[in-house]
């Protein structure tokens, strides 16, 4: 009897906790049909708001045993909550496209919808598909490349899971920043050499199947196509104004993911041993047990478990205490690093000081 009430409650209330990754849909539609000045809703909570009430959390460091894992990998709900934000991040797309189009609306306002449409594409449009393009079935990886296209993106599904996995905390990973390198640098490296890198890994792939790079098995190239088509779609939908608009929206996405990007490996390297690098260990991310930010983000910030285990689906993330651990969760570590003076004096104190301990001894 017992047991069955257990089961209940991990079935249905438990998963209920990720219930909080809606947050961001929540204010991010509330901005575009208020509009005015509450356009700037979704941007106040998410990097406002949130890392306020951050800076008074600390964040459980416990795992789930052998037995909650496995209860958790049945249970539909888990997933359920991820596919239903594909859907929800192409409402927000479309209510976006049809406000923003208005030409009564004032240029402050605009700037508001589209910072708000911007949170969504990161936490949306990137982010869970992150995770959507780790699993397994060709639904889920299906769901992934919709999501990466309504942020102008896909190349990500690529050089992510056959690049960056592979040459992460490496000087050979455009997505890995290296110690003592601004934001700003980094953005402009990571996201150009990154998009290089994925016309690299797919040439690659064609010339083991024996296949031209012309071929239409080439998915770079039919993820352009299929950018383009949705701008085309978009400009002949509505007009080049919104089209712009989109764009930038589409742009800020990108650099909330490349924000992460900069802040989940800095200045963590793998050693270099007879020609090939150590396998990729919790010692290589960093780290942030902070409750807000876990949820809101599906557990990105238990980066080092995923990185040493990439199938590990979200809930499952382990805490590793070997880990470096960043000081807040990732919406404050962002507003950080857009400060290189006081970001470099307060991760470089972190890195000597993790240095100094029995894990950190093995960093390269």
Not at 14 to 43: C, D, E, Q, R
Not at 70 to 94: G, K, M, T, W
Not at 213 to 233: C, D
């Amino acid at each position: 009897m017992l047991w069955s009430a257990f089961i209940s409650f991990e079935r249905y209330i438990y998963p209920m906790k990720y219930i909080f990754v809606y947050t961001t849909p929540a204010v991010v539609l509330f901005s575009l049909f208020v509009g005015g000045w509450y356009s700037y809703t979704a941007i106040i909570v998410l990097f406002g708001l949130i890392p306020f009430l951050e800076l008074f959390t600390v964040g459980s460091t416990k795992n789930l045993n052998a037995e909650e894992e496995r209860l958790i990998e049945q249970n539909p709900v888990y997933d359920f909550l991820l596919y239903s934000l594909v859907p929800l991040q192409y409402l927000i797309a479309v209510v976006f496209l049809l406000k923003i189009t208005n030409y009564d609306i004032p240029l402050y306002e605009k700037i508001g919808l589209t910072t708000a449409f911007g949170m969504a594409c990161g936490v949306l449009g990137i982010n869970a598909a992150h995770e959507l393009g780790h699993r397994k079935t060709k639904f889920e990886r299906f769901l992934s490349k919709l999501l990466l296209a309504s942020t102008q993106y896909l190349h990500f599904y690529i050089e992510h899971n056959r690049g960056h996995h592979k040459n992460v905390s490496t000087d050979e990973d455009p997505a890995s920043a290296r110690y003592g390198e601004s934001i700003y640098y980094f953005f402009g490296r990571s996201i150009i050499n990154s998009w290089f890198s994925a016309w690299k890994l797919e040439k690659k792939r064609l010339s083991l199947m024996n296949v031209s790079w012309w071929s239409f098995k080439n998915e770079m190239l039919r993820f352009q196509l299929i950018q383009l088509l949705i701008l085309a779609l978009v400009f002949f939908s509505f007009n080049l104004n919104t089209v712009f608009f989109y764009l930038f929206g589409a742009g800020i996405g990108i650099l909330l993911l490349e924000a992460v990007n900069y802040i989940e490996h800095y200045g963590l390297r793998r050693l270099k041993k007879n020609g090939r690098y150590e396998r990729t260990m919790p010692i290589h991310s960093w780290n942030s047990n902070h409750p807000i930010g876990r949820l809101l983000l599906l557990e990105l910030s238990r980066h080092s478990d995923h990185h040493y285990i990439s199938s590990r689906k979200y809930p499952l993330l382990r805490h590793f205490d070997e880990s470096p651990q960043m000081p807040t969760g990732y919406p404050g570590m962002m507003l950080l690093a857009l400060v290189p003076p006081l970001w470099f004096k307060v991760m470089h104190k972190r890195i000597e000081k993790y240095r100094k301990t029995e894990s950190g001894l093995a960093l390269g």
